[in-house]
């Protein structure tokens, strides 16, 4: 519950923030992180979880609300999804391309708004397919190396408007 708090003041915090209509600007140590942590999406996407395994907690408050639906709490849960949802995928030199739309740090939380973007080819697919994700991370500083605490994620889609609706 504390780190749902902090985590929650840290991106009211940022969010009311001025927004930069430019260039998101994001801290140069999360920078860095965030560069290697796309290479372990790359991996992932590709049907190999280690990389992205290595850079999550193992906390028990790590969260997932990935793209495939449901929710995951603590490390052992979270852990074995990452397996499950990288063995629905396979190799086919998928990269990830990230568009960050916002982020920031306060201490020793961080986050990230973002859109992923790939094409990635799942068993039993003959072609890969394109996806667009909405994703928020949360990441927290462990021992002094950034790690990912919650991830949610969602098929980005055409905003519904109310002169879209047609009433039945």
């Known amino acids: 519950m504390k780190l749902v708090c902090q985590?929650?003041?840290?991106?009211?915090?940022?969010?009311?923030a001025p927004s930069q209509a430019e260039e998101v600007v994001i801290d140069p140590s999360l920078r860095v992180f965030l560069t290697q942590f796309e290479e372990a999406t790359?991996?992932?996407?590709?049907?190999?979880?280690?990389?992205?395994?290595?850079?999550?907690?193992?906390?028990?408050d790590v969260t997932i609300?990935?793209?495939?639906?449901?929710?995951?709490?603590?490390?052992?849960?979270?852990?074995?999804?990452?397996?499950?949802?990288?063995?629905?995928?396979?190799e086919s030199g998928a990269r990830v391309r990230v568009e960050y739309l916002s982020s920031g740090v306060s201490g020793d939380l961080a986050y990230t708004v973002a859109i992923e973007r790939s094409a990635v080819q799942r068993v039993g697919q003959?072609?890969?397919?394109?996806?667009?994700?909405?994703?928020?991370?949360?990441?927290?500083?462990?021992?002094?190396a950034w790690k990912l605490v919650h991830r949610q994620a969602d098929p980005l889609m055409e905003m519904v408007t109310p002169a879209s609706v047609q009433p039945k």
């Open 7 to 16: 985590a929650g003041v840290v991106l009211m915090a940022f969010m009311l």
């Open 42 to 60: 790359s991996r992932f996407i590709n049907g190999d979880p280690s990389a992205w395994k290595r850079d999550a907690s193992k906390r028990d």
């Open 65 to 90: 609300m990935g793209a495939w639906g449901g929710y995951e709490k603590g490390w052992k849960e979270a852990g074995a999804r990452y397996d499950a949802v990288a063995g629905r995928l396979k």
């Open 126 to 144: 003959d072609v890969p397919v394109q996806t667009a994700l909405r994703v928020t991370h949360i990441f927290r500083k462990e021992e002094g």
